[in-house]
Every structure is written in structure tokens, then in C-alpha cells.
């Protein structure tokens, strides 16, 4: 498994990472059986794996205890990292979303921030947490300063309860206010050949600001790894549904690029899916791709693709194909 630095925080984290939002399970995901996702995890440990990011909002709560209960005697094994900023116990910040009775708002206030990383320091059983990411910045009306975030994070650092400071879903000229105030590390964006808008702004910026990124969705909740066909419903409250490449119309058309790279993964030996998360983290500027899995099998898959190295005439055809597709109907 290829390792790389994420930052300059003298972390080092494998290129594939074990994204723990759908073991949070909810309505986006639909039932999730805790023993299976602590053997997943323990598989994707085992196969090389040691990222594993989560945050408290999956599942409120849920997928943290999980990840806790799953570390018991490996943590060491194991760089955490979790997220801040959608909150749920008062009504401070903006509304974001609602869900099983919850209303969760968007706020970085330092009181919210504390309160949070005591939450998932608790659930996730650890004294410290290796990368804490904020999850959305909140719409200017309510927006903390970014140096006041920064202040609250610098003093967890200084306190050692953090080790790294990220930020998720955040543009080029929010991380610069942010790197005024400190370092910081981490930027987690979405990515996925499907979906490739940050090469524009936020790749570059971090390649050339020693920003790593933990790219999330990069099998596009699954779809890029050919095992969802056309034949797969999905009740109306699950995630995919948002997502126009799951119409039938598009999926086929993915789908046929998909089974056109048969002699690619004859190649490299290897899936679909391994051959694009291989593809994803051969990309300028990205550091770790994040894939999730509910079992066991599905975690040591995506490990596989970790010491994969496609060649460059190959990384360019899956690009012109991808590219072909054009943006979903």
C-alpha cells in the first residue's frame, strides 16, 4: 500500500482510505449491520488500509461509536480522522438539513467546535484525533470568522486532543484565510472521474500549498465499480437518488464505458473498481481517495488498488472515455 504525507503534519496515510459515512446507515443508506462494518474495518486495517475518515453526523452518532468499538486494541493501527460543524443539539448556526427528528445546522463556533471533538472523542474511544476536519463552512449570515475556528482548532491542537487541522468541501480563497491563521493540512473535496470540477481551482491550489486532499465519492457511491446495474432500485430516500448519474439513462451509458476497460483490467489484474481508484490517486494534487464499504470483502477490494500503478498511456484513455461521457442527461 503506497503511504503519502498528508501536509506537513508528519502523518503519513495510505492512498486508499476506508470512508465510513455509509456505516452510519439512516434513510441515505438504508440498514447497516455494526458487526459487519467492525469486520470491514478490521479487513481494510489488515489489508493495508490505516486512514479512516468519518464524522459525528453519520449516522448521529453511529458510525464513530462503530470505528471506536472497532480500534479496541488496534488505534495504533489506525489515523482517525473526523469533521466539525454540523450540529445538532441547540439551535446555533444555520439549518442544513433535517433527518429522524434532528434538525442539523451548519455553525464553526468554538463553543459547537469543543463540544463536538469532547462527543467524538468519546465515541470514537481515543484521546486524540488525528486529522478533525470542518465539514461545511457555514453561509456568510452566520458565519464564525475563520480566524475564530482557527483559534478554537489551534488551541485543540496545542491541547494534543487533534494532531492535524482540515477543512472539507471549501474553496481556494476560504484556505487561504484559513493557512493565514495556521496550517492546514487537509482539504476534502469531492472527486470522481464522473465528477472532475476541482482540477479547475482547488487541485491546484493545494498541490502547490502542500494542502493534501482526502477526495471523497471517487467510485461514486459505487457506481464506477460496475457492480450497479440497471436492474437496482433504490427506495426514495437514499442518497443515490441525488445523484443524476444514477438515472437508468445514464447509468447504462456509464455502465457501457465501464465494460469497455475489460482489457484494462485484464492488464493491471485487477476490478473496475480498483482500476478507478488507482486512476483517482494518480491524479495531480490528490493525496488519499476515500471509499466506503459495508463489508468485508468490498475493504480489502478497494485496498487492493492502493500498490496499483496504472500506466500513463492508460490513465489517459480512462480520462478521454470518461470525458466522452459528457455531463448526465
Given amino acids: 500500500m503506497q503511504q503519502r504525507e498528508l501536509g506537513s503534519s508528519g502523518i503519513q ?15 441515505w443508506w438504508g440498514p447497516t449491520d455494526d458487526a459487519e462494518s467492525i469486520r470491514a474495518i478490521h479487513a481494510a486495517l489488515d489489508a493495508g488500509i490505516n486512514l479512516i475518515d468519518t464524522a459525528p453526523v453519520y449516522g448521529f452518532g453511529r458510525s464513530e461509536d462503530v470505528i471506536g468499538r472497532a480500534l479496541l486494541g488496534r488505534r495504533d493501527r489506525a489515523v482517525l480522522a473526523t469533521k466539525c460543524g454540523l450540529w445538532w443539539d441547540d439551535e446555533t448556526g444555520v439549518l442544513h438539513f433535517e433527518q429522524l427528528g434532528y434538525k442539523v445546522r451548519r455553525t464553526l463556533d468554538p463553543r459547537t467546535i469543543r463540544a463536538e471533538v469532547e462527543a467524538s472523542l468519546k465515541r470514537l ?9 470542518t465539514h461545511w463552512q457555514a453561509p456568510e449570515a452566520f458565519k ?8 478554537c482548532l489551534l488551541d485543540l491542537k496545542q491541547q494534543g486532543k487533534i494532531r492535524a487541522i482540515g477543512a472539507s468541501n471549501i474553496t481556494p480563497a476560504e484556505m487561504d484565510e484559513y493557512r493565514t491563521c495556521g496550517a492546514l493540512d487537509v482539504c476534502q473535496p469531492r472527486y470522481s472521474l464522473l465528477d472532475r470540477r476541482i482540477e479547475a481551482d482547488v487541485l491546484p491550489y493545494c498541490q502547490k500549498n502542500n494542502v493534501a486532499t ?5 467510485l461514486e457511491q459505487g457506481l464506477l465499480t460496475g457492480k450497479i446495474g440497471l436492474d437496482k432500485h433504490f427506495t426514495p430516500e437514499e442518497f443515490r437518488n441525488r ?35 488507482a486512476w483517482t490517486v494518480a491524479q495531480p494534487g490528490v493525496t488519499c481517495a476515500l471509499c466506503g464499504a459495508r463489508k468485508a470483502a468490498d475493504a480489502v477490494e478497494n485496498a487492493g488498488a492502493g500498490d496499483l500503478k496504472l500506466e500513463t498511456a492508460d490513465i489517459a484513455r480512462i480520462r478521454r472515455d470518461a470525458e466522452a461521457l459528457g455531463a448526465p442527461q
Fill in 125 to 133: 474511544r481515543t484521546d486524540r484525533i488525528d486529522v478533525l476536519q
Fill in 13 to 27: 496515510a495510505s492512498v486508499v482510505a476506508f470512508g465510513a459515512w455509509a456505516i452510519g446507515g439512516g434513510p
Fill in 214 to 218: 482526502l477526495v471523497y465519492s471517487p
Fill in 243 to 277: 445523484i443524476a448519474w444514477f438515472k437508468p439513462a445514464n447509468r447504462q451509458r456509464v455502465l457501457a464505458v465501464l465494460a469497455g476497460w475489460k482489457e484494462l483490467t485484464d492488464k493491471y489484474r485487477c476490478t473496475v473498481g480498483q482500476l478507478v481508484i
Fill in 144 to 151: 464564525t470568522p475563520i480566524a475564530d475556528t482557527m483559534a
